[in-house]
């Protein structure tokens, strides 16, 4: 088998060059990063995990219409996505105050915020991903006000799907990360979901116990971080022997480069649809009423500061 091209490498990702033009191997490493890439370490088996859950979450919100970049898983650790021009913005969804929010605003972690609510950040780590509002995103030409709608529109609507998927699984979904891209079907501009959804991209809480089950156990050296990803991955059925993850090296790729070599271009488009999103179902058991925008109660654990 001849080497694959390395196109990038990220904190938790390599791409490489893809089968069919348009397209890339999105490669899922183990290597875990906080706080600005300040905090590094590894999780075993994250990689393996985190593919798998990515693909069966994509690919469910692939059937029900949500545009996406994922297009077949290749192995554990390995899938082919489209390639598309990611728009620099992080999308944080929350129905729950958690991490920087219960942070800004001095609320407790867990309090519902009664519908949920969306925020976009600078995807730029030097800049430590600052808090951006709609004029900063138009003056700075990130993107576009149609854009900026549909990214929304998407954005409630994914959160509202996984938020009911993860609660027939016994998680509840407190927030979550999303990335986009642009996606060009000859001039016609679509925006997809990219990048990954898993437990290092949502806030995952047992619902019974509240316990977090996602890569805050990493951010605050909780413990136990391996075993809360493969709970996760258990209970969605995604890897239904997990002891493989334990041992497995599945798909490594000696080839890879540590450089980014040129940026994703474009590729051919999926469906697009619409519909509304809704509040998540009911408030965690130790949660008090919706943090009306700044809640008087004082955070319980301030978490420290993400990147
Ligand atoms: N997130 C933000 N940057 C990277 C990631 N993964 C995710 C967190 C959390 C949500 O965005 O994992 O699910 C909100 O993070 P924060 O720190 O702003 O509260
Ligand atoms: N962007 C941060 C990092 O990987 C995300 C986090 O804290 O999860 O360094």
Redesign the pocket.
């Known amino acids: 088998m001849s080497p694959k091209t390395p196109i990038y490498e990220g904190k938790a990702k390599k791409l490489f060059e893809g089968p069919e033009p348009g397209t890339l191997i999105a490669h899922y490493k183990d290597d875990a990063t906080a706080f600005n890439n300040k905090k590094k370490g590894t999780i075993q088996g994250k990689g393996i995990i985190n593919n798998k859950i990515s693909e069966f979450l994509m690919s469910r919100l692939n059937d029900m219409g949500i545009p996406t970049h994922f297009i077949r898983g290749i192995n554990m650790r390995e899938q082919l996505v489209r390639a598309v021009d990611i728009i620099p913005l992080?999308v944080?969804v929350?129905n729950y105050a958690?991490?920087?929010?219960a942070e800004r605003f001095g609320a407790f972690e867990g309090e519902s915020l009664g519908s949920p609510m969306t925020e976009f950040c600078l995807k730029d780590d030097r800049l430590g991903?600052p808090f951006v509002g709609e004029d900063h995103i138009f003056a700075f030409g990130l993107a576009q006000p149609e854009e900026i709608d549909e990214i929304r529109h998407y954005a409630l609507r994914i959160n509202d799907f996984l938020s009911g998927l993860f609660y027939a699984h016994g998680i509840r979904l407190?927030?979550?990360?999303l990335e986009f891209g642009r996606f060009y079907e000859g001039d016609i501009e679509l925006i997809v979901l990219a990048d990954e959804i898993s437990p290092?991209?949502?806030?995952l809480w047992d619902l019974n116990t509240n316990d977090k089950m996602?890569?805050d156990r990493f951010r605050r050296d909780l413990g136990k971080t391996e075993e809360a990803y493969r709970e996760v991955a258990r209970r969605l059925g995604v890897l239904p022997n997990v002891s493989v993850v334990e041992t497995a090296s599945f798909g490594e790729t000696a080839t890879a480069s540590a450089k980014p070599v040129k940026k994703a271009v474009k590729a051919k488009a999926p469906a697009k649809a619409k519909a509304k999103a809704k509040a998540p179902a009911k408030a965690p058991a130790k949660a008090k009423a919706p943090a009306k925008a700044a809640a008087k109660a004082k955070p319980k654990a301030a978490p420290k500061k993400?990147?």
Do not use: P
Request: charged share 55%; proline share 0%; with cysteine.
């Open positions: 992080e944080i929350r958690a991490g920087s929010f991903d407190i927030d979550l990360k290092d991209t949502c806030r996602d890569k993400r990147k």
